[in-house]
């Protein structure tokens, strides 16, 4: 008896465990994921925006082409402000504020909470470009793919949440309008 108990309390913890919760998010009529959770997004906007100037860091010093630089400065200084609207915002709500990999002391045992986001340049592609024979191009590339991604991501919020539409809009159009300053 005890052990049917445990193995019908086992299954509905595995059942549930693998359930999703529909107000998380959702499919776009593209098939893309939809991201609704307002806290959600704008955490991963945050961890994104910070992996984004980990490179720029990587590249102070170094040589790009004229129109990458330019783009550079614009996209640092959209992803600054963003950090401090998301930052702003989950305060607001009472949420916690992520330790991202810009925070001081991550390279003294301080962790990261950060997910694994497709398209942010990861710390391990970052330090690569350190002995990158084609420095400039390898950068290039990883700032494209972290615009694309930020760009998209801030483009898949489906919630109702007028400041974080809002702060997504904005994401969503100065990430485009670096990507066109490439051109």
Known sequence: MKLSVVLVLLLGLLVSGCSSDSTDSAEGDDGGARITDRVELVTQMIHRDAALLSLFDAGLGKPVPARVGGA??????????????????????????????????????IEVDAPELVGAPTQDEIHALA????????????????????????ASYAGDDSDVMSFADGAERSSQDTLDAFS
Do not use: K, Q
Not at 82 to 96: F, N, S
Not at 131 to 154: H, K, P
């Open 131 to 154: 002995d990158s024979v084609d420095f400039a191009g390898d950068f290039t590339a990883l700032f494209r793919a972290a615009l694309e991604s930020t760009r998209d991501t801030a």
């Open 72 to 109: 550079v400065e614009l996209a640092r200084t959209n992803a600054s402000a963003r950090i401090e609207t998301a930052a702003d915002l989950l305060e607001e709500w009472g949420e916690e504020v992520p330790v991202t990999v810009r925070d001081h002391g991550i390279d003294h045992g």
